[in-house]
């Protein structure tokens, strides 16, 4: 086993956030990779059965798709119900959150009465009690189950004013008991953690079960010298869930709860067959195909997509290898050229996200010339000679006022065409100057940097080009496009 693979966490939606929170900041050194079951839970109404094959499905996927090092079933009832038994059949470390967290109880009790809230399943397996009891059988135990709570948390609604109201009723009955500790038994209930505090108050001792399980984390770690040497930036942690690739919820509470800098990787897994044979399967996500083989294109569009914060890769159209036909631009505006670019290689592609553009010199005293002939103005895409054209075209003419279009055309599958528009006005030199940019720059002049676009940094370009500003223009307007709107 290699020390340096990653930790596998699994919980029934979000709850497991709250143990992993705790992990990554007391273990700094290890990777986590987390799967939340979002799309089949609830699991404390489900049977013992169905909670012990939903947990077993995604243990397998971590092993066998992602070689982790240890198992942590970061949800209780799922180690109420399957901890045993897949301690006995993985061969790697499994570790449950019930028996920490009981341990911890148990020490933090002055008076011997114990609070439990928790899932109807775990309140129902007396998991907590067993445990409880072997280290104190005089201690009293008072458990509810919490259903509603659970709920809450997975719609988002863990800070509203309602849910506090929710909260202080269903507890009150633990003031009145006299307990002097209470355990949350489910992971989903630390984010509740100011209102059951509340409503409890402030003498009551609560027990984070998840958090204590780190402890349990680091001893197993030690014991089987299984810490990793690499320091890991939890940025690279992976955060799957089961419920629909366009379902943004998991994400919007991963964000706020890690409160982690950059954007998380979430990644979405679909549930394959029915009964005893499902199993989980990483969802593809589509790629973003750009409709060219142009580097400093794809160099240049990649960069403004990171700038206004769109996590796409772009891949260049050789990807597809040679089932690429011959595409003739002989539209006649920019936004039918980039069109029939991205429709023909949609028709190759059809689950991917294709991006095509079209783009050119307009000058004023050539009469909008070349227009959506400037590729192959002088030539088939011969940019020096398309250069010594313009120049040769101009040779005498004072009035040197030009724009730059680009057009980009975003197509994918069930979703409709997305059109943006970017133009900037310059003036064409009298020669070249700057060896950075492609096609025009060397002759358009920025006035804003007094400067060729073959003259700027890329950061610089980026700001007033053509494509730059189509693309912030498409930003606008991709992640709803992404969800299935615009």
């Known amino acids: 086993m290699n020390k340096n693979n990653p930790i596998g966490m699994i919980d029934s939606g979000v709850g497991g956030l709250t143990v992993i929170k705790e992990a990554q900041k007391q273990l700094p050194n290890e990777q986590f990779i987390f799967i939340g079951d979002t799309a089949r839970m609830p699991y404390g109404p489900r049977t013992t059965d169905e909670v012990i094959a939903y947990t077993f499905q995604m243990a397998n996927y971590l092993i066998t798709e992602k070689q982790i090092k240890m198992l942590v079933i970061a949800c209780n009832t799922a180690t109420a119900c399957a901890l045993t038994v897949l301690q006995k059949k993985l061969t790697i470390p499994v570790i449950g959150v019930i028996q920490p967290g009981a341990q911890a109880a148990q020490l933090a009790t002055k008076n011997k ?13 007396k998991a907590y009690e067993l445990q409880i009891h072997q280290y104190g059988a005089d201690t009293k135990v008072l458990s509810q189950g919490e259903p509603d709570f659970v709920q809450l948390v997975e719609a988002n609604k863990y800070q509203d004013h309602a849910t506090r109201d929710i909260v202080m009723n269903h507890l009150a009955p633990f003031k009145a008991a006299g307990i002097d500790t209470l355990i949350l038994g489910c992971t989903h209930f630390p984010l509740l953690e100011p209102f059951i505090r509340e409503a409890v108050g402030k003498q009551i001792t609560l027990i984070d079960s998840g958090r204590e399980t780190i402890y349990a984390i680091k001893q197993c770690l030690n014991k089987l010298a299984l810490n990793s040497d690499i320091k890991h930036n939890h940025d690279e942690d992976i955060y799957y869930t089961t419920s629909d690739s366009d379902d943004d919820t998991f994400k919007v509470i991963a964000t706020n709860w890690l409160a982690r800098i950059h954007e998380l990787d979430v990644r979405h897994l679909k549930i394959v067959d029915n009964g005893t044979l499902q199993h989980l399967e990483e969802i593809s996500m589509p790629r973003l195909i750009l409709a060219s083989n142009n580097q400093h294109k794809i160099i240049e569009i990649e960069a403004i997509l990171n700038d206004i914060g769109i996590n796409l890769t772009v891949t260049p159209l050789n990807s597809l290898g040679d089932s690429v036909p011959e595409i003739i631009e002989d539209g006649t505006t920019f936004e039918e050229n980039a069109t029939k670019k991205a429709m023909t290689i949609a028709k190759i592609a059809p689950n991917d996200y294709i991006l095509a553009d079209d783009s050119g010199l307009s000058i004023d005293a050539l009469n909008g010339e070349p227009g959506v002939y400037s ?17 040769n075209k101009l040779e005498g003419i004072t009035s040197r006022e030009a724009q730059f279009t680009s057009v980009l055309v975003l197509v994918g599958p069930n979703k409709p065409k997305l059109v943006a528009t970017g133009t900037v006005r310059g003036l064409i030199t009298d020669q070249r100057y700057g060896d950075n940019g492609f096609g025009y720059d060397p002759l358009f002049l920025v006035p804003q940097f007094d400067k060729t676009f073959a003259q700027l940094t890329a950061n610089e370009k980026n700001q007033v080009s053509h494509r730059g500003l189509a693309l912030q223009e498409l930003g606008k307007h991709l992640p709803e496009w992404l969800k299935g709107g615009v």
């Open 113 to 125: 009465t114990i609070g439990i809230i928790a899932t109807d399943g775990t309140v129902n397996s």
């Open 375 to 391: 590729a192959r103005y002088a030539g088939d895409h011969d940019d020096q000679a398309n250069n010594d054209k313009v120049l």
